[in-house]
């Protein structure tokens, strides 16, 4: 079978990717630290302020100079959104599945390059980095199928069965209008690209605001749009605080919808922020989770300890979807905790370029610093550090934010802390009595984005009846609440982790950027299947049958 990346199978790459990477981030070091415009109708803007970029792995880096946007370039770019929107939203829906396509196959034929970027920017290990530059092309690819499949969500329905007439109804999914996109720091190709993608094949022009951590991956992204032919206009990419810029682009009457990924928090301050306008706009948001794993007493132990550790310090804890919470039954708890912590001890921490690499380094100082309050709140807490605990330190490590991975076991259930999304590579252990206690536990937070779990066969129905999550797996390997993708895994959240109830990639994901119009077209029965050929004039002298309907409708009517 040819090798296809996925996060599932990312952990056997054939050789090439190896060589490919390495010859990129040779490539790219010798590049660094130009500037990069904002792109605002198709030419490149550049604001007063500018902003310094550098690599978590070592700040001593400057990645790229990009730009502090500010309101003025907020309202610009949804000016120029506004005005391509009527020719791009009149562009045949073939013809936009074929530039999204192409800005598909033009994001995969760059990604060495974006791979490279990302890991210096995120701090992702090589393998995660690619991942997350293929998921982008697989994500738009996948937007373009389902329009494709549908046929542009243009879809007879029902025929009235008038009489004298004769009616088509056709249902037609249309575009919103301006799309606003705020993507997150840990996935910054895929969360920008997923919900670009598909609202540009629905026919939305889009206005781009990435993580001020991650505007040059994100502006290496935007140059793939452009690359692909997107009329000006149709894409708008803007840099700057969120608390600005982001703001001034939430506030705003002139964006149509939105789609935001990102903190619980922030989102749901968006979402308030958002309605403050004299009609409801559609808002999509993916928020923030606290996955857990339940672990039964008839698990694969080995199975159980492979796909927690991947999913609880994949990217350094930063995902979404990190295993957060384990719950494990008493009955095996002391074994799988004793494998959990001899997969962890052999964790490689380090520069993520390196193909040895499992953790590169956290995002910024302030989660670094983060990461330090909550050890020691667990520590006071009375919690155990299992693993990890500490951030490196000494030679290379004194330069970026490198954590160790952590699992903490004996923290009370009720300490705040088995609720907070800490977004690190911190997971708590806890041990429970039985699966329905397990259960409660699992389901009792604000959050319902992933869940995995590990048991008997006869158990996973029960699992996957009980458990409040979007995205949800049993018995992998590859990752027990990770490693989602478009095709396979469409991903989003219940409850606090998510609003539209329809995941990522998946079969209704599309038709959330367009709204519904139905169009109902009457025609005297004279043009329609018997006398269509008879043309307007004609209809005076009706054939045998239609003169029999009309004569048939004029009893009706009690007309003559
Ligand atoms: P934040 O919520 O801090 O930021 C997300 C985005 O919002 C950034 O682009 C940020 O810009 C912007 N922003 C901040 N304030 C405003 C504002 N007032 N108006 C408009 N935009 C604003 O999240 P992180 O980047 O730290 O990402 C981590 C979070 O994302 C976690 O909670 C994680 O669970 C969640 N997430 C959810 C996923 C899902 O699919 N459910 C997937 C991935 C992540 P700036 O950087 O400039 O502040």
């Not at 210096?120 to 090589?126: A, C, D």
């Not at 990639?505 to 109902?520: A, D, F, K, N, S």
């Not at 043309?535 to 009690?558: D, N, Y």
Request: proline fraction near 5%; glycine fraction near 10%.
């Amino acid at each position: 079978m040819a090798f296809k990346l996925t996060y599932a199978t990312m952990f056997n790459p054939p050789e090439e990717l190896h060589k490919g990477f390495d010859a990129a981030v040779l490539r790219l070091k010798q590049n660094l630290g130009k500037e990069y415009g904002m792109i605002i109708n198709g030419k490149d803007v550049f604001a007063e302020e500018k902003l310094e970029d550098r690599s978590p792995v070592n700040t001593d880096w400057v990645l790229a100079r990009m730009q502090k946007g500010t309101a003025n370039h907020a309202q610009q770019a949804i000016a120029a959104a506004r005005n391509a929107f009527p020719a791009w939203s009149r562009t045949p829906w073939q013809q936009r599945v074929r530039i999204v396509r192409k800005a598909a196959s033009i994001i995969e034929q760059r990604i060495f390059d974006l791979g490279a970027a990302m890991a210096l920017e995120v701090g992702k290990n090589r393998m995660e980095s690619l991942g997350d530059v293929q998921e982008t092309a697989d994500l738009m690819a996948y937007s373009a199928l389902m329009m494709e499949q549908n046929k542009g969500f243009i879809k007879p329905m029902g025929k009235d069965p008038l009489v004298g007439y004769d009616g088509t109804n056709t249902s037609v999914l249309r575009p919103y209008g301006v799309w606003l996109v705020v993507s997150p720091f840990n996935f910054p190709f895929a969360l920008t690209g997923g919900p670009a993608g598909a609202a540009l094949v629905a026919g939305n022009t889009v206005v781009i605001k990435p993580a001020t951590d991650t505007a040059w991956i994100v502006r290496l992204y935007a140059e793939c749009l452009r690359d692909a032919g997107f009329p000006d206009g149709v894409v708008n990419f803007v840099t700057g605080p969120g608390s600005s810029l982001g703001q001034a682009l939430v506030d705003s009457k002139d964006v149509d919808g939105t789609t935001f990924t990102g903190s619980f928090d922030v989102g749901m301050r968006l979402f308030r922020d958002f309605a403050q306008r004299n009609y409801v706009r559609p808002v999509i948001l993916e928020l923030g989770g606290k996955n857990p794993a339940i672990v039964s007493r008839h698990a694969n132990l080995a199975d159980a300890a492979t796909g927690i550790v991947r999913s609880a310090f994949g990217l350094q804890g930063q995902k979404c979807s990190a295993a957060s919470r384990v719950l494990v039954e008493e009955p095996v708890y002391d074994a799988l905790v004793g494998r959990l912590k001899d997969i962890t001890d052999k964790m490689v921490i380090g520069d993520p370029t390196e193909r040895t690499t499992n953790l590169g380094p956290v995002i910024n100082q302030s989660s670094y610093n983060d990461f330090k309050n909550f050890n020691e709140e667990i520590n006071q807490a009375g919690g155990r550090f299992l693993t990890g605990g500490h951030v490196r330190t000494g030679g290379m490590y004194d330069k970026g934010f490198y954590c160790e991975p952590t699992f903490v076991t004996d923290l009370p259930f009720d300490h705040r802390l088995w609720q907070y999304e800490m977004f690190l590579p911190i997971t708590t252990i806890g041990r429970v009595k039985n699966l329905d206690k397990a259960m409660e536990i699992a389901n009792s937070v604000n959050y319902g984005l992933t869940a995995g779990f590990y048991g008997s066969l006869a158990e996973t129905e029960w699992f996957f009846d009980r458990i409040e999550a979007g995205v949800t797996y049993a018995n992998r390997p590859q990752g027990a609440t990770t490693g989602a993708w478009p095709g396979f895994q469409p991903f989003g959240g219940w409850k606090g982790s998510g609003a539209s109830g329809k995941n990522g990639g998946g079969l209704y994901y599309v038709q959330l950027y367009m709204h519904e119009q139905i169009r109902t077209l009457i025609k005297p029965a004279a043009l329609g299947k018997t006398a269509r050929k008879a043309g307007p004039k004609r209809r005076a002298a009706p054939g045998k049958t239609s003169r029999k309907i009309v004569k048939k409708a004029a009893r009706k009517t009690g007309r003559r």
